[in-house]
């Protein structure tokens, strides 16, 4: 049992321990009250899944990534053409009683993509092969999630990639020359976006400016936020959230809910919670016993800082806004238990490292 | 497997610890930017935060009402709801959801534009009035756009109700919601949307009657639903304001004067009460209580007849032969002439080589010999221009504004017009030229630039009939405005020494003038009741022009100032019909009025009237108690 990285487990059963209280405490009183209990079935299902994934060999999971990827891949298509539609999106896989998220199993799958891809790869730098190949597999299902539509978990896939070509590396050359392309890709992109997307880009560009809708969003969690103070309001007291102004303060917004029952104080204990969760991973990934384990555990990493700052960034109006759940603390059974997969990966991988 | 994932290899160290310093780097910026707003704004926001789920909404007072004498309602309230909006709820008003409420609740777009920059510099949590006496379909426009437009609420108000409608409604006033230049003056507590009184006793005594708003703090959610209610400040509701009026004689008047134009005032000589105060054609106040819409407005405001004017106090019209009191009176306390001097009226006169006209001119026989008592009685011209001349001008003016005419009475409402006694002074202020001596024979029957209103004449000759004891028209009771803490006006009366020869003369004068053959007022006779008076006949115009010209607008104005009983005088009326053309259609309207005020008096009580019941059997039971403190039992006149 002394393999298991109960540090690792430790931090993230934290996290989600402080989200269930959230949920609960924004939930009470309201038709969701209650949404905490499955919340915490959700952990422990995650934690038991996590545990088994620590005791397999990551290498016999990698070995499967075709077969993922491809399967994933076919789930996604099979959702835009026959998924059942909520809430105008189709991101749902329903599997009985249960419906779960299949993009967020996809960034899952991303990683040992990437990982696979760079195991066997031992150039100094990558090439543009290399690029195009790693582009047009994530691109794929990219394209998939961001059509169903899911933008923000589309663009989870890119840290991912990005982080698995910077550790294979990457010449300065190659940087630039993909900067401008994204750069002159960006009318392009402009043009896919549907309306409230670009109402969302545009109000963080100018922030006066829309107030009734995606700004009024900003401008009510940044209220929630800085009405908190030193020490916040307490436990079920945040007028916020608990009055409707923050949207889906249980789920997405659930850190500016969060900040405002809890203040100051608690958002720096949830901010260095994550902190040392990423560094433990890093850590790992500089202690894995090949490139493999390391590439899993960046690529995990990546994603998990991407998200987490992309949630608590655009919270208090610093980054756009995006649908991107905070890790482990949004409700959510999907988010929830791919991370805590991904976690058991690295504790996969941390239990194989190097002992000196 | 090993082939496959060869461990030979690990990241470098350098490009860990670059992904170390870029998550440190970020986490320091997100913990900056929540330090920024935690710590550094959290005043700022927890100030939003609060206005966000607090709403203070206004709870109206309801204005006091208004009463007859005998606590009959002239003016009341009842529940509405108007539109205001909340602009805590909402950063920004675009132009769209501007159109879009004023779509929603039927309001001009420009006009609702020009209220939100009317009121943009108002502290925002002060709810902006949108809409007053809102319709059922505003209601439900409110109601089920709550998601939509969070911004707008209902809020309970009281509405001015006047359930007599046109009645006294020039006395009464109106309401409505208060000017700007009002709000801006120092030490104003009023908000935009306030409801003040803007004409008449409604503004007179708007003090009296507006009360003091409430508020109530709620808890709102997003959706500007109430979900709790955190205080509560009870509204103050104004104060009753009781009126002198007698709305039973009111009605007499209102009636008798009916479609014609004018006015009827009835005072109580004895202590200066107004009892009638009628102004036609007259108009509804209750379309003022809610916002009176532009077209009806403008009728009222392009009609000649002026409606909105309370012709009681404001017509300033010339009081032909009513004037001749004033002559009469002057003459008599000059010693210009003894009672029992004679003119000779042969239809006209020469005076300064022009002919000056009797009114019985080519219609009447003339009045041949008249001493002053037979020139009051049939209003013989002659007589008193020839006493015009024997005055001249500056003694006539003394004793018209010693007898009260050409300035204000001081009535307790607002806008009330001084009228004009001519002199050479103002003639040369005026015009730039001196006084004609032609111009003192007009004034002498009260023509020319003579002008007074209905209630300077009600109070005059109340005053001749009291004796030179000048009492100051009111509409409040003294008492009851001492009561409510304002300062009452000083109404003490006012006393101008005429001798009782003087006073016998000009009250035997004006009995006559009713109650002897050939008197001008016979029509005032009335059964059991003795009424004295005087009638008058203006001409607009010179006779000759009146004549040729049918048009309406150039008929003469017909007065008659009554009053009885005439020993003890208890009532005063002056009935002014504007195109009267003749001073007969006058003279039954003050009758009615003063009939209606003795049937109340003397006919059989109504059975709520237990304050004169118990007098009466009081003054049977207890001899001793002075008649003067039973006046309404006594009926000795």
């Given at each position: 049992?002394?393999?298991?990285?109960?540090?690792?487990?430790?931090?993230?059963?934290?996290?989600?321990?402080?989200?269930?209280?959230?949920?609960?405490?924004?939930?009470?009183?309201?038709?969701?009250?209650g949404?905490?209990?499955?919340?915490?079935?959700?952990?422990?299902?995650?934690?038991?899944?996590?545990?088994?994934?620590?005791?397999?060999?990551?290498?016999?999971?990698?070995?499967?990534?075709?077969?993922?990827?491809?399967?994933?891949?076919?789930?996604?298509?099979?959702?835009l053409?026959?998924?059942?539609?909520?809430?105008?999106?189709?991101?749902?896989l329903?599997?009985?009683?249960?419906?779960?998220?299949?993009?967020?199993?996809?960034k899952?799958?991303?990683i040992?993509?990437?990982?696979?891809y760079?195991?066997?790869?031992?150039?100094?730098?990558?090439?543009?092969?290399?690029?195009?190949?790693?582009?047009?597999?994530?691109?794929?299902p990219?394209?998939?999630?961001?059509?169903?539509?899911?933008?923000?978990?589309?663009?989870?896939?890119?840290?991912?990639?990005?982080?698995?070509?910077?550790f294979?590396?990457?010449?300065f050359?190659?940087?630039?020359?993909?900067?401008?392309?994204?750069?002159?890709?960006?009318?392009?992109?402009?043009?896919?976006l549907?309306?409230?997307?670009?109402?969302?880009?545009?109000?963080?560009?100018?922030?006066?400016?829309?107030?009734?809708?995606?700004?009024?969003?900003?401008?009510?969690?940044?209220?929630?936020i800085?009405?908190?103070?030193?020490?916040?309001?307490?436990?079920?007291?945040?007028?916020?959230?608990?009055?409707?102004?923050?949207?889906?303060?249980?789920?997405?917004?659930i850190?500016?809910?969060?900040?405002?029952?809890?203040?100051?104080?608690?958002?720096?204990?949830?901010?260095?919670?994550?902190?040392?969760?990423?560094?433990?991973?890093?850590?790992?990934?500089?202690?894995?016993?090949?490139r493999?384990?390391?590439?899993?555990?960046?690529?995990?990493?990546?994603?998990?800082?991407?998200?987490?700052?992309?949630?608590?960034g655009?919270?208090?109006?610093?980054?756009?806004?995006?649908g991107?759940?905070?890790?482990?603390?949004?409700?959510?059974?999907?988010?929830?238990?791919?991370?805590?997969?991904?976690?058991?990966?690295?504790?996969?991988?941390?239990?194989?490292?190097?002992v000196? | 497997?090993?082939?496959?994932?060869?461990?030979?290899?690990?990241?470098?160290?350098?490009?860990?610890?670059?992904?170390?310093?870029?998550?440190a780097?970020?986490?320091?910026?997100?913990?900056?930017?929540?330090?920024?707003?935690?710590?550094?704004?959290?005043?700022?926001?927890?100030?939003?935060?609060?206005?966000?789920?607090?709403?203070?909404?206004p709870?109206?007072?309801?204005?006091?009402?208004?009463?007859?004498?005998d606590?009959?309602?002239?003016?009341?309230?009842?529940?509405?709801?108007?539109?205001?909006l909340?602009?805590?709820?909402?950063?920004?008003?675009?132009?769209?959801?501007?159109?879009?409420?004023a779509?929603g609740?039927?309001?001009?777009?420009?006009?609702?534009?020009?209220?939100?920059?009317?009121?943009?510099?108002?502290?925002?949590?002060?709810?902006v009035?949108?809409?007053?006496?809102?319709?059922?379909?505003?209601?439900s426009?409110?109601?089920?756009?709550?998601?939509?437009?969070?911004?707008?609420?209902?809020?309970?108000?009281?509405?001015?109700?006047?359930?007599?409608?046109?009645?006294?409604?020039?006395?009464?006033?109106?309401?409505?919601?208060?000017?700007?230049?009002?709000?801006?003056?120092?030490?104003?507590?009023y908000?935009?949307?306030?409801?003040?009184?803007?004409?008449?006793?409604?503004?007179?005594?708007?003090?009296?009657?507006?009360?003091?708003?409430?508020?109530?703090?709620?808890?709102?959610?997003?959706r500007?639903?109430?979900?709790?209610?955190?205080?509560t400040?009870?509204?103050?509701?104004?104060?009753?304001?009781?009126?002198?009026?007698?709305?039973?004689?009111?009605?007499?008047?209102?009636?008798?004067?009916?479609?014609?134009?004018?006015?009827?005032?009835a005072?109580?000589?004895r202590?200066?009460?107004?009892?009638?105060?009628?102004?036609?054609?007259?108009?509804?106040?209750?379309?003022?209580?809610?916002?009176?819409?532009?077209?009806?407005?403008?009728?009222?405001?392009?009609?000649?007849?002026?409606?909105?004017?309370?012709?009681?106090?404001?017509?300033?019209?010339?009081?032909?032969?009513?004037?001749?009191i004033?002559?009469?009176?002057?003459?008599?306390?000059?010693g210009?002439?003894t009672?029992?001097?004679?003119?000779?009226?042969a239809?006209?006169?020469?005076?300064?080589?022009?002919?000056?006209?009797?009114?019985?001119?080519?219609?009447?026989?003339?009045?041949?010999?008249?001493?002053?008592h037979?020139?009051?009685?049939?209003?013989?011209?002659?007589?008193?221009?020839?006493?015009?001349?024997?005055l001249?001008?500056?003694?006539?003016?003394?004793?018209a504004?010693?007898?009260?005419?050409?300035?204000?009475?001081g009535?307790?409402?607002?806008?009330e017009?001084?009228?004009l006694?001519?002199?050479?002074?103002?003639?040369?202020?005026?015009f730039?030229?001196?006084?004609?001596?032609?111009?003192?024979?007009?004034?002498?029957?009260g023509?020319?630039?003579?002008?007074?209103t209905?209630?300077?004449?009600?109070?005059?000759?109340?005053?001749?009939?009291m004796?030179?004891?000048?009492?100051?028209?009111?509409?409040?009771?003294q008492?009851?405005?001492?009561?409510?803490?304002e300062?009452?006006?000083?109404?003490?009366?006012?006393?101008?020494?005429?001798?009782?020869?003087?006073?016998?003369?000009?009250?035997?004068?004006?009995?006559?003038?009713?109650?002897?053959?050939?008197?001008?007022?016979?029509?005032?006779?009335?059964p059991?009741?003795?009424i004295?008076g005087?009638t008058?006949?203006?001409?607009?115009?010179?006779?000759?022009?009146?004549?040729s010209?049918?048009?309406?607008?150039?008929?003469?104005?017909?007065w008659?100032?009554?009053?009885?009983?005439t020993?003890?005088?208890?009532?005063?009326?002056?009935?002014?019909?504007?195109?009267?053309?003749?001073?007969?259609?006058?003279?039954?309207?003050?009758?009615?009025?003063?009939?209606?005020?003795?049937?109340?008096?003397?006919?059989?009580k109504?059975?709520?009237?237990?304050?004169?019941?118990?007098?009466?059997?009081?003054?049977?039971?207890?001899?001793?108690?002075?008649?003067?403190?039973?006046?309404?039992a006594?009926?000795?006149?």
């Open positions: 049992m002394s393999d298991i990285d109960w540090f690792l487990l430790g931090l993230a059963l934290a996290i989600a321990a402080i989200g269930v209280v959230e949920i609960y405490s924004t939930t009470l009183h309201s038709p969701l009250a949404q905490h209990k499955r919340q915490i079935y959700w952990i422990l299902l995650s934690c038991v899944l996590a545990l088994v994934a620590s005791r397999l060999d990551y290498h016999m999971v990698l070995e499967q990534t075709p077969w993922l990827y491809g399967g994933s891949v076919l789930l996604l298509a099979g959702l053409v026959a998924g059942h539609s909520i809430a105008g999106t189709r991101r749902w329903q599997l009985g009683p249960m419906s779960f998220q299949v993009s967020e199993i996809v899952l799958i991303i040992l993509v990437v990982a696979a760079f195991a066997d790869r031992r150039t100094k730098a990558v090439t543009w092969g290399d690029l195009v190949k790693l582009g047009i597999f994530a691109g794929i990219a394209v998939l999630v961001a059509l169903e539509p899911d933008l923000g978990t589309a663009l989870t896939f890119i840290p991912i990639v990005a982080a698995g070509v910077l294979a590396g990457i010449r050359q190659h940087i630039a020359v993909l900067c401008l392309a994204g750069i002159l890709a960006l009318p392009v992109g402009w043009h896919f549907r309306p409230y997307q670009r109402e969302r880009l545009m109000t963080f560009v100018h922030p006066r400016q829309n107030t009734q809708t995606s700004s009024y969003q900003v401008t009510q969690t940044k209220i929630a800085g009405s908190g103070g030193f020490w916040g309001k307490g436990l079920g007291n945040g007028t916020q959230s608990r009055l409707g102004f923050i949207p889906v303060s249980h789920a997405d917004s850190f500016a809910a969060f900040a405002e029952e809890q203040g100051f104080v608690g958002t720096l204990l949830v901010l260095l919670l994550y902190f040392a969760l990423l560094l433990r991973l890093l850590d790992g990934a500089q202690m894995a016993p090949d493999a384990g390391a590439f899993l555990l960046i690529g995990l990493a990546a994603v998990l800082f991407f998200q987490v700052v992309l949630n608590t655009m919270m208090i109006g610093v980054l756009p806004i995006t991107v759940p905070l890790p482990l603390m949004s409700q959510g059974g999907s988010s929830l238990l791919c991370t805590f997969l991904g976690l058991g990966l690295a504790m996969s991988v941390r239990a194989r490292r190097y000196n | 497997m090993e082939v496959r994932f060869p461990s030979d290899e690990r990241p470098p160290a350098w490009k860990v610890a670059f992904l170390q310093y870029v998550i780097a970020s986490f320091l910026v997100l913990l900056v930017g929540y330090w920024r707003l935690q710590i550094g704004q959290h005043r700022l926001y927890l100030d939003l935060a609060e206005r966000n789920r607090i709403r203070n909404l709870v109206i007072a309801p204005r006091g009402r208004i009463l007859d004498r606590g009959r309602v002239l003016a009341d309230n009842f529940p509405a709801f108007s539109v205001q909340m602009r805590e709820s909402v950063a920004d008003l675009s132009p769209e959801r501007v159109a879009g409420i779509r609740l039927q309001l001009d777009p420009e006009e609702l534009r020009g209220t939100l920059q009317r009121t943009a510099s108002l502290p925002r949590f002060q709810p009035l949108l809409k007053q006496a809102a319709t059922l379909e505003d209601i426009f409110v109601e089920s756009h709550r998601v939509e437009y969070p911004e707008l609420e209902l809020i309970q108000v009281q509405q001015r109700l006047y359930p007599k409608q046109q009645v006294a409604a020039a006395l009464l006033g109106y309401v409505g919601e208060i000017p700007e230049e009002m709000i801006a003056k120092l030490g104003s507590s908000r935009p949307g306030d409801v003040v009184g803007k004409f008449g006793v409604e503004a007179q005594y708007n003090r009296i009657l507006s009360g003091r708003d409430g508020m109530r703090r709620v808890v709102v959610n997003s500007g639903q109430e979900v709790g209610l955190l205080s400040i009870n509204a103050l509701p104004g104060n009753d304001l009781r009126l002198t009026i007698d709305l039973d004689l009111q009605m007499a008047a209102e009636a008798s004067l009916g479609d014609q134009a004018g006015a009827v005032v005072l109580d000589p202590t200066g009460e107004v009892l009638v105060m009628v102004s036609h054609p007259s108009f509804d106040p209750n379309d003022f209580a809610k916002r009176i819409d532009p077209k009806e407005w403008n009728e009222l405001m392009s009609d000649p007849m002026k409606p909105l004017m309370n012709k009681s106090i404001q017509a300033q019209l010339a009081p032909g032969s009513v004037f001749k004033v002559m009469a009176a002057a003459v008599l306390e000059t210009t002439v009672p029992d001097y004679i003119v000779n009226c239809g006209a006169v020469t005076i300064y080589g022009h002919l000056y006209h009797d009114w019985v001119f080519g219609k009447r026989p003339v009045h041949g010999a008249v001493n002053i037979k020139a009051i009685r049939e209003s013989c011209d002659v007589f008193f221009y020839t006493m015009g001349k024997m001249g001008i500056d003694k006539i003016v003394y004793f504004r010693g007898l009260g005419l050409g300035a204000r009475t009535i307790d409402l607002p806008s017009a001084p009228g006694i001519p002199s050479p002074e103002w003639v040369q202020r005026v730039k030229h001196k006084w004609y001596a032609g111009e003192t024979i007009s004034v002498a029957i023509q020319g630039s003579v002008a007074v209905p209630v300077q004449v009600a109070h005059t000759i109340g005053g001749v009939a004796g030179g004891v000048f009492r100051q028209p009111h509409v409040a009771f008492d009851q405005l001492r009561a409510l803490g300062d009452p006006p000083d109404i003490s009366p006012r006393a101008f020494p005429l001798s009782e020869d003087t006073i016998a003369a000009l009250k035997s004068g004006m009995w006559a003038v009713v109650n002897e053959g050939g008197g001008t007022g016979g029509a005032a006779r009335c059991e009741i003795e004295s005087k008058g006949t203006a001409q607009v115009v010179s006779q000759t022009l009146e004549q010209a049918k048009s309406s607008e150039y008929k003469s104005t017909a008659f100032v009554g009053y009885a009983p020993d003890k005088p208890e009532i005063v009326v002056a009935a002014l019909v504007i195109r009267g053309e003749h001073s007969a259609v006058a003279v039954p309207i003050a009758r009615d009025v003063i009939k209606a005020y003795f049937d109340k008096k003397l006919g059989p109504p059975p709520d009237n237990q304050m004169e019941t118990q007098a009466r059997v009081l003054s049977q039971l207890r001899p001793a108690i002075p008649p003067k403190q039973l006046q309404p006594s009926n000795g006149y």
